[in-house]
C-alpha cells in the first residue's frame, strides 16, 4: 500500500511562472518530509525538506509547505526555469523513508 | 560533500546470469539502501542495512541480496537474473535512517 502518493505524474509549466507539485501521505507517524530531484540517467538528488513541527520552509526558489491536518505536502518553485525540468519525488520518514511515485516537471521555455 | 558511487551505469545480462551490483560511499554512513526505480511505481526499497554485516528486507526483495561486509560498500546481487529484473537500481546512503539520502548515479541494468 502506497504511504505516499503523487497523484499528478506530470507537471507542464511556461518559463517564469509557478510550478506547484503536491503529495499526500497516510501515515500520521511521518515527521520529517523531503523532496528529491532526478534528471534522466541520474540518482535523484536532496532539494529541500521540512519537519512535521513546522509548516513552511523555504530555499530561494524553493517552499515546501507542510499541511498536517490534511496530510498533505506541496513544492512551490518561483519563478520556474526550463533547468527545473526533472521527475521530482516526494519523500516521509518515520521509521524509514518512504518515496512517492515521483511527478515529470516539464519547464516549457 | 557525499559521494557515493556505484560501479557501472550500464548493465546488459542474459536471463539467468549472476549479477552484482557494487556501491560505495566516503561519508562514514550508517545506513546504505538499494532501490530500484521502475516508471509510474517510483522508488522502491529493495534492501538496506544499518551496519557492516546487518541487512534488512525492504518491500521488494524477493530475487535478490545483498552484502555489507565493509562499512563503506554495499552490494546487490542478483542471483539468477530475469527479465522482470530489467530497471534502474539506485544505492543511497545516510548518516541515520529517517535522515537525508545521498543516492548514487544509478545503474541501469537490461535483462535479456
Known amino acids: 500500500d502506497q504511504q505516499v502518493k503523487q497523484n499528478s505524474p506530470s507537471l507542464s509549466v511556461q518559463e517564469g511562472r509557478i510550478s506547484i507539485l503536491n503529495c499526500d501521505y497516510t501515515?500520521?507517524?511521518?515527521?520529517?518530509f523531503l523532496w528529491y530531484k532526478k534528471y534522466p540517467a541520474e540518482g535523484p538528488t536532496f532539494l529541500i525538506s521540512?519537519?512535521?513541527?513546522?509548516d513552511k520552509n523555504e530555499d530561494g526558489r524553493f517552499t515546501v509547505f507542510l499541511n498536517k491536518s490534511a496530510k498533505h505536502l506541496s513544492l512551490h518553485i518561483v519563478p520556474s526555469q526550463p533547468g527545473d525540468s526533472a521527475v521530482y519525488f516526494c519523500?516521509?520518514?518515520?521509521?524509514?523513508?518512504?518515496f512517492g511515485t515521483g511527478t515529470r516537471l516539464t519547464v516549457i521555455p | 560533500d557525499v559521494k557515493v558511487t556505484q560501479s557501472s551505469r550500464y548493465l546488459v545480462k542474459r536471463t539467468g546470469e549472476k549479477v552484482f551490483l557494487e556501491c560505495v560511499q566516503d561519508?562514514?554512513?550508517?545506513?546504505m539502501f538499494w532501490y530500484r526505480q521502475d516508471p509510474g511505481l517510483g522508488l522502491r526499497l529493495i534492501y538496506f542495512?544499518?551496519?557492516?554485516?546487518?541487512?534488512e528486507k525492504g518491500d521488494i526483495p524477493e530475487g535478490y541480496s545483498v552484502s555489507r561486509e565493509k562499512k563503506e560498500r554495499f552490494s546487490l546481487i542478483l542471483e539468477s537474473a530475469s527479465t522482470n529484473q530489467t530497471s534502474m537500481y539506485l544505492c543511497?546512503?545516510?548518516?541515520?535512517?529517517?535522515?537525508?539520502?545521498?543516492f548514487g548515479p544509478g545503474t541501469r541494468l537490461l535483462v535479456l
Open positions: 543511497a546512503s545516510s548518516r541515520t535512517v529517517q535522515e537525508t539520502q545521498y
Open positions: 542495512s544499518y551496519d557492516v554485516k546487518m541487512k
Open positions: 561519508m562514514d554512513h550508517e545506513n
Open positions: 519523500a516521509a520518514s518515520a521509521n524509514n523513508l518512504f
Open positions: 521540512i519537519s512535521s513541527i513546522k
Open positions: 501515515n500520521s507517524m511521518f515527521d520529517y
